[in-house]
């Protein structure tokens, strides 16, 4: 085994702290690397709490992890050492069903491994990039361009993907007009793929003093929701909202912003249900749906989308002492706009 050592949750709501633990040895087909950075997503924190579902503690949280390749199996074909790599939110899937077969492992309909708080399939606990290095299986492992700065790479891989990947199934482009609703972590990352894709792109956000920030990020227009006269504008106005958002809020407002054959699509994942009005949807044939992640060949394309584009998050360093504290401001919208943690700090 490997000795690894992390920063984890001994229990459901507890305080992180530092944890060591073992990883599997390299197998023929695996690659391990060193972390160098980890995003922080709201999802961390859900899990942490048990919000969506009973987790395995202890729990070391982080799906958006990046670092350099330290070893390799001798079956693996496509790194080697000191290639740069990545690791999203799965690290294995049954790799059989229809939906794998199709590249979409995120649907993995016996389902997938989670890169944490999950079983991997020797029934072991998997954990995440609150740590110092990872073993993962070739085919669950990315290519990370040197183009662009390691950092700030590292939400791509949960953050970018989530929002690259709906657009892109919906073929959201030229002649359309998107709005982005929650400018977070998630959501600046949709402005950004938003405007890349040749979209007219709205920030849809109850604080105003997002407005300076959406515009610099590329957003054509901005909407408070707070504002009735500024929301009676937008009725009926746009072909795709790209729902972000963690906390509840009411879906129906955002459905009489929709165009007729309209999609409302979410990606944010409130802690409790959000009733929806069947007049709401149909008034105008419009449709509710949910993206997941990516899967691995999607989540490839958009890293090789990115460096070719110069595409990257906007973050904030944050040594992992500080986690807790950065929690705390996620939950108030206190971040511009996603934290990373420098592993170097562990």
């Not at 496509?78 to 069903?97: E, M, P």
């Amino acid at each position: 085994m490997i000795a690894a050592k992390g920063y984890a949750a001994p229990a459901p709501k507890e305080k992180l702290g530092h944890w060591d633990f073992e990883r599997r040895e390299v197998g023929p087909h695996d690659v391990q690397f060193d972390i160098h950075y980890c995003g922080v997503c709201h999802s961390d924190l859900h899990q942490v709490n048990n919000d969506w579902f009973p987790g395995i503690f202890p729990m070391v949280p982080g799906h958006e992890i990046v670092g350099k390749v330290v070893a390799v199996g001798s079956e693996v074909k496509n790194f080697k050492v000191g290639d740069l790599a990545g690791v999203g939110c799965l690290v294995d899937s049954c790799r059989t069903c229809e939906n794998c077969k199709k590249d979409l492992e995120q649907y993995c309909l016996n389902g997938n491994v989670g890169t944490y708080n999950s079983k991997d399939k020797q029934g072991n606990p998997t954990y995440g990039g609150y740590s110092n290095t990872i073993v993962v299986d070739e085919a669950f492992v990315l290519h990370v361009s040197d183009k662009l700065p390691l950092a700030a790479v590292a939400p791509l891989l949960c953050a970018g993907i989530t929002t690259y990947s709906p657009l892109r199934h919906w073929k959201v482009g030229k002649g359309h007009k998107l709005a982005v609703l929650g400018l977070g972590g998630l959501g600046h990352m949709a402005v950004k793929f938003g405007v890349a894709f040749g979209a007219e792109v709205t920030v849809l956000s109850t604080s105003p003093r997002k407005e300076e920030d959406a515009k610099k990020l590329g957003a054509h227009k901005f909407v408070v929701t707070t504002d009735k006269e500024q929301v009676a504008a937008v009725k009926g106005y746009f072909d795709f909202i790209l729902d972000t958002v963690s906390a509840e809020h009411d879906l129906n407002m955002y459905l009489g912003m929709l165009a007729t054959d309209g999609t409302h699509i979410c990606v944010g994942a409130p802690s409790e249900p959000s009733p929806v009005r069947a007049f709401s949807l149909l008034g105008g044939r419009k449709s509710l749906a949910g993206s997941g992640i990516g899967g691995i060949a999607e989540t490839q394309e958009m890293l090789d989308f990115c460096a070719e584009n110069n595409i990257v998050s906007e973050i904030e360093m944050i040594d992992i002492k500080d986690i807790q504290t950065a929690y705390d401001r996620m939950l108030k919208g206190d971040v511009r706009y996603r934290f990373v943690i420098d592993i170097a700090t562990l």
